[in-house]
């Protein structure tokens, strides 16, 4: 079995969180090193990863002959600068996503990657959550009819800002948009594709002195279909994260993908059981069967957020197609022009590559 040397650029939420685990999880790869500038998180990761060198600049990874991959996940504003960078050095590369800020980026990165013969893949890992493989069961298996209607939510509740949070600072692929409605649109244009068009709703609400956006709605336009998309910092108490009607009947789920809070306790991917739904949190679908109304539980698909590393991994090794193109990942940022557009100009506007 070929094993991949990989350099690990960003020691942050995402490094420690969202990347490491799972190349350490995964003996396709081998961790050979971890950049990051801070002390405090280079002692973090000399500790959970031993075997790996703790290096402080990207370069390091970048230009070392023996690595072959490279994640990148570091701030949203560094995404394009490094991953040229590593492509042109002849490297494989994972980033975070967003993908990068502006579409034009991700089509000089998706140019370079098949003229440099690479693969270049995106961090969507929420296609791989419980949820969202849930409602693709539901939608595959027919039982709701023709969907005319689905509503996702991606909330969470914090008041306070976060002085050193560059995702509240106004930098460019700064905000809650960029952050959680870029995991909305993929996990959309997974289950439909481009829309027609779309409405976009972005504003700011916690106090304090916030310059971006906290809260939005996108509303993707299909024939016969709406899909509203929604995120905000003010939600304490969550309603469902799906809602999806159709001729037949309604499937609401509650709940999000278990695998980020295991993570932060510190558990891993190889632990058994792992991403699966308690039942307390599993969706179901109420029907009408000529006049009466059915409801049944719809058991939660495991989430697998590794699965999207092996993919990586046979892309790299065996030739397989990507699950995560980057073909893909520049669409979600075309939306997001497009919405940010939206908002601005209050008014609906049609879907252009």
Not at 274 to 298: C, F, M, R, Y
Request: proline share 6%; with cysteine; net charge negative.
């Amino acid at each position: 079995m070929k094993t991949i040397s990989t350099g690990l650029i960003g020691f942050g939420n995402s490094g420690q969180t969202f990347f490491a685990p799972f190349i350490a999880a995964n003996p396709g790869f081998k961790l050979s090193k971890i950049s990051t500038s801070d002390p405090a998180k280079a002692a973090k990761a000399n500790e959970a990863y031993p075997g790996a060198d703790v290096v402080k600049t990207a370069d390091d990874i970048i230009y070392d002959p023996e690595i072959e991959l490279v994640l990148v996940g570091s701030p949203n504003t560094s995404h394009f600068d490094l991953t040229k960078k590593a492509l042109l050095a002849g490297k494989h590369v994972l980033v975070e996503k967003p993908f990068t800020i502006t579409t034009d980026e991700a089509d000089e990165l998706i140019a370079l990657a098949k003229h440099q013969n690479r693969v270049l893949s995106v961090h969507h890992n929420r296609r791989f959550d419980s949820g969202h493989n849930t409602v693709k069961k539901v939608l595959a298996s027919g039982v709701l009819g023709a969907v005319v209607e689905m509503e996702v939510h991606y909330d969470r509740y914090r008041l306070g800002l976060r002085p050193a949070a560059w995702r509240e600072k106004l930098l460019p692929g700064s905000g809650t948009f960029y952050d959680l409605g870029a995991h909305l649109i993929d996990a959309s244009l997974d289950l439909f594709g481009k829309p027609k068009e779309l409405t976009c709703m972005m504003t700011t609400q916690r106090p304090g002195g916030l310059e971006v956006e906290d809260n939005f709605e996108l509303i993707l336009w299909y024939p016969g279909l709406k899909v509203t998309l929604k995120g905000g910092m003010l939600v304490k108490e969550p309603g469902p994260v799906y809602t999806i009607y159709g001729y037949n009947g309604t499937f609401i789920k509650y709940g999000m993908d278990v695998q980020e809070e295991a993570l932060k306790a510190g558990h891993k991917p190889t632990e058994p059981n792992w991403g699966v739904e308690p039942e307390s949190i599993w969706g179901h679908v109420t029907l009408d069967d000529n006049g009466k109304t059915i409801t049944q539980a719809i058991p939660s698909e495991p989430g697998r957020y590794q699965g999207l590393f092996q993919n990586v991994y046979e892309a790299i090794a065996e030739g397989k197609e990507l699950i995560v193109r980057p073909e893909q990942a520049r669409t979600t940022i075309r939306i997001i022009e497009l919405a940010f557009e939206s908002s601005r100009e209050k008014r609906t506007v049609k879907y252009t590559d």
